[in-house]
């Protein structure tokens, strides 16, 4: 009621589902009908590597097992002010449609280009206990805040859309001093999210060899499946009964009777947890030997004094160099120190040819940093 009577007192019309929820069969102009479990529930576009758009639809028993795992995880209360970082065109906002009101919470959208670029004012000034982004915004966050950040009331955070870093990790725990951390990772093919890992205090020294946060485990009802070339396959309850029109049917596979979905990424276990280690498409075969790109970024994020770094590749299929894109912490960076740190922990094939240092990596509309403008930039 609170809430409902701020809302008035501000001009905002307020209709209360309690009281009219009795009443909307009797008034609805087409009848309510029953649902089953495989029926489309909603369908989503994503454009993928081919630039054309493909409407992946969702059944009820896709989204639904989502929402079940990520209310059984994540132990919302009553009063929650939910944030509402991603754009609704992005299938994360299936989360926030059904688990702020499941847990009675409260929904707060990020509607200004500013507090999406740095979003602790927004954090704030709404008391925000949940959150919810791609890292890149708590990097961004970090730059400005690197050793001491006003409070907010986050409990939870789930971060998801691209790789975790150890560094906001450790910014995350020992800076915003928020408790319950989670890296989530899925594809809108395979119902928005498949793994989650829970951060754990020691876990920045625990992985540090690896470079990033795990992905974790496996949701219930998601089943694996890791191919020779390390290719992740996923099925299960989540995955989507195929693109519309019958496109892309190579991105699916029977195995046993099951139907799998090629994810394109290349995905390791290791310490009884998964790892995400790129897109299959991000290797590059370099003199001969295949090369994953974010073990090589893993790597020079290691080094004393870079806060963000990322590899592209020039040349063709003959003559191939590794550029290393590198973000200082402070104005410069020691690139003699890091070639000379990154001989005695990567073979010499990996190692870039050059090193262009920024003041700022370019990000695309959601968040994320965006490599295709880092290509342009240097190759």
């Not at 009621?1 to 008035?8: E, N, P, R, V, W």
């Not at 790129?278 to 790109?293: A, F, H, M, N, P």
């Not at 020079?300 to 912490?329: M, S, T, Y």
Request: aromatic share 12%; glycine share 8%.
């Amino acid at each position: 009621a609170g809430l409902a009577d701020y809302a008035a007192i501000n001009g905002v019309k307020v209709v209360r589902l309690d009281e009219v929820i009795d009443t909307l069969s009797d008034k609805c102009e087409f009848p309510i009908r029953s649902m089953k479990k495989d029926d489309v529930a909603y369908i989503m576009f994503t454009s993928g590597s081919t630039g054309v758009p493909k409407g992946v639809p969702m059944t009820h028993e896709n989204y639904i097992n989502f929402i079940n795992n990520s209310m059984d995880i994540l132990q919302f209360k009553q009063g929650d002010v939910f944030s509402d970082y991603h754009d609704w065109a992005f299938d994360i906002s299936i989360f926030y449609l059904f688990c702020c009101p499941l847990a009675g919470g409260i929904f707060a959208p990020v509607d200004s280009k500013e507090d999406k670029l740095i979003p602790l004012r927004f954090m704030q000034e709404h008391k925000v206990t949940v959150w919810s982004s791609v890292p890149s915004c708590i990097f961004r966050m970090q730059r400005l805040y690197p050793a001491q950040v006003p409070g907010t009331a986050i409990r939870i955070m789930f971060l998801c859309g691209e790789p975790f870093s150890l560094k906001v990790l450790k910014y995350c725990q020992d800076v915003m001093k928020v408790e319950n951390i989670y890296n989530f990772y899925g594809l809108t093919e395979t119902g928005v999210e498949n793994f989650y890992h829970h951060c754990l205090l020691g876990d920045v020294e625990r992985y540090e060899k690896y470079g990033f946060v795990p992905i974790g485990l496996p949701l219930p009802g998601n089943h694996v499946f890791l191919s020779e070339e390390k290719e992740l396959l996923l099925a299960g309850m989540q995955l989507t009964p195929g693109y519309i029109g019958g496109v892309g049917r190579d991105k699916f596979e029977t195995i046993d009777n099951e139907r799998w979905y090629h994810t394109g990424d290349v995905v390791v276990k290791a310490d009884d947890v998964y790892f995400c280690k790129g897109r299959i498409d991000s290797q590059v075969k370099i003199s001969g030997y295949r090369i994953e790109l974010m073990d090589i970024e893993a790597n020079i994020k290691r080094f004393p004094g870079v806060r963000e770094a990322v590899c592209i590749v020039r040349g063709d299929a003959d003559v191939r160099q590794i550029i290393g894109v590198v973000l200082p912490e402070q104005d410069e960076v020691d690139l003699e120190g890091l070639r000379k740190f990154l001989v005695g922990q990567l073979p010499a094939y990996m190692i870039p040819r050059q090193f262009n240092v920024v003041k700022e990596f370019p990000v695309n509309q959601n968040g994320k940093i965006d490599r295709m403008s880092l290509r342009a930039m240097f190759v």
